[in-house]
């Protein structure tokens, strides 16, 4: 009986022993990355780090997948790398713009909007109801929508070409735009 005891229980001390021990290798940063910036193999470090299964990271196998996309936050140094870390573009691209709209109830359609969806922006009438000539529009694309926490408005942020970008933003800031939803028809 003495015998089968001190069996089991090295047994069980060698399995806790070994699973306190189990490492993985995961990718973590060296260097600082700003947002945007384009991630260089330099910028990462293989550690060996004992993780909770709910943690998401990134193998250490993948350095060279990781290589060349673009930070999508920006990443501090020993931080340990996450798939959400990083993007094979950023938001907004090269000669586009994103565009805050606050809108009330009534200013954008029931059927909720979500980012990717064709929208259109559209000024609406005067204090007076007066419409001179057809109301200016300008196409965009939902990148998030954002109740206010009073619940009074709702910001979505749409991405527009840049150089349409102060147009909409002065208009926005009125208070006199509305949001009209196209089709989701690809």
């Known amino acids: 009986m003495s015998v089968a005891t001190i069996v089991l229980g090295s047994l069980g001390g060698l399995w806790l022993w070994t699973a306190a021990g189990h490492t993985?290798?995961?990718l973590a940063v060296r260097t600082l990355v700003h947002r945007g910036e384009v991630i260089d193999r330099d910028d990462l470090m293989t550690v060996r780090v004992s993780l909770d299964p709910a943690v998401q990271t990134v193998a250490a196998t993948q350095a060279d997948a990781v290589?060349?996309?673009r930070a999508a936050l920006d990443l501090a140094p020993g931080g340990l790398l996450t798939p959400s870390d990083f993007a094979t573009s950023v938001l907004p691209a090269r000669g586009t713009s994103v565009v805050g709209v606050g809108l009330a109830p009534g200013m954008l359609p029931a059927?909720?909007?979500a980012p990717g969806d064709a929208v259109r922006v559209v000024q609406t009438p005067g204090?007076?109801?007066e419409v001179a000539d057809a109301p200016v529009t300008v196409s965009a694309t939902v990148v998030g929508v954002h109740p206010s926490e009073t619940g009074d408005q709702t910001i979505v942020?749409?991405?527009v070409p840049a150089e349409?970008?102060?147009d909409l933003a002065a208009r926005a800031a009125t208070g006199k735009v509305a949001l009209v939803l196209d089709s989701r028809e690809r």
Do not use: Y
Request: proline share 6%; aromatic share 0%; no cysteine.
């Open 111 to 113: 059927e909720p909007i």
């Open 164 to 166: 349409a970008a102060a």
């Open 24 to 26: 993985t290798e995961v």
């Open 157 to 159: 942020d749409v991405v």
């Open 67 to 69: 290589a060349g996309q």
């Open 127 to 129: 204090a007076q109801g």
